[in-house]
């Protein structure tokens, strides 16, 4: 059986095809702003990376719960 992926991860096939990169990509863009805000890391992938809110968002927040442990 195959388990759907839920959660910020869901996003991240859609943001590869989208972006052209792969998921640690971005990871490793926002790795040093990882003390800001939540929305202030999305608003950096929006504002110098044009990605759409809710692809920043999932990103940001996943990589933020991952922090987190």
């Known amino acids: 059986m195959t388990e759907n992926v839920k959660g910020p991860a ?9 972006y052209g990169q792969p998921m640690n990509h971005w990871f490793d863009t926002i790795k040093d702003k ?5 929305m202030k890391i999305v608003a950096f992938l929006k504002d110098t ?4 809110h809710g692809h920043a968002n999932a990103i940001v927040a996943h990589q933020l719960a991952a922090r987190k442990g």
């Open 10 to 18: 869901s996003y991240f096939p859609s943001i590869e095809k989208t």
């Open 34 to 38: 990882l003390t800001l805000p939540h």
């Open 49 to 52: 990376h044009g990605i759409g």
